[in-house]
């Protein structure tokens, strides 16, 4: 594992300027395009609308996450918003409380 991108303060500036041209790129790909045809947010599996899905780095770049295609998941901007850059763990739980909280 390459450990020259994480420091004690996360990724350095051109390791994530570097992993977000990446995503760009891979956003105008037929793959990205096959991802959002559903219109599905990957999050809470609401339909919005391909034109309202937004790219989500699952393990966040400020977090050492890639953007490679098993890191990038469409989501809805409420989702997105929400998530910010919490690990994959730290949503669940997040989503779990909000199901507590309606069916409590």
Known sequence: MRDDYLAIGGPDEDFIRA???KARALRKT?????KTSSGTCYYCDKKVGFKNLTMDHIIPLSRGGRSTKD????CCK???TRKKNALPVEWEEYMSGLETKKTG
């Open 71 to 74: 890191n990038l998941v469409p």
């Open 30 to 34: 037929r793959w990205w395009q096959q």
């Open 78 to 80: 409420q989702c997105n």
């Open 19 to 21: 992993e977000r041209n």
